[in-house]
């Protein structure tokens, strides 16, 4: 940084020496308009030139290191600044890098999360086909089932209503067949025989 006390005390020498200078003109000009003379160099010219030669050399002597760190310094914060710039946009750079990088990660996951998802999906969907195969497979097998209990049942069912009907049947034709001889006979012998054995 310009060392700030320096560069004042520069500036008030300056404007010191200019308000000197400034005096001594007035004073030329007053004692030249009295006395009408001519105006020569040395008379003249040479003691301005003096005057500002040596004004001139107090100010670059006083000024000049606090111009230079000025310069050195404004030099050295603007190569600062262009190296944060740059480093600033190299930074930006990587996170835009970084964040493509991340952002084809995150695709590639969401794609195999999507795949994933339909490959279960489908395994589900094979499971439940198969599941509903079989529960469609258990429910023929049990409405065979049934059916054949109630064949079974309606068989034996018909089996005992036919014999039934086979023994009414029977008694009917024999009742038809015997008559009142046949009844009295058949009876003679059973007293007979159980008479007999007895």
Known sequence: MINMK???????????????????????????????????????WLPRIVNFSVIAA????FARKPAIDFFKNRSVAIAKAMQESQEASERAVRAV?????????????????LAEARARGEKDKQAL???GKKLVQDIQNQ???GIEMEVRKAR??????ASHLSLDLAEGRI????NNTDHERIV??????????G
């Open 188 to 197: 003679k012998e059973y007293i007979s025989n159980v008479g007999g054995k």
């Open 156 to 161: 034996a069912a018909l089996a005992a209503e």
């Open 6 to 44: 320096k560069l004042k005390v520069a500036l008030l020498c300056l404007m010191g020496i200019l308000t000197a200078a400034a005096s001594a003109f007035a004073g030329e000009a007053a004692h030249g308009e009295g006395g009408h003379e001519a105006i020569t160099f040395l008379h003249d």
């Open 143 to 145: 409405v065979k089932q």
């Open 97 to 113: 890098g970084e964040m493509e990088q991340k952002i084809k990660d995150l695709e590639r996951e969401t794609d195999a999360m």
């Open 175 to 178: 009742k038809e067949k015997i």
């Open 58 to 61: 107090v100010v670059i002597y």
């Open 129 to 131: 086909v198969e599941e």
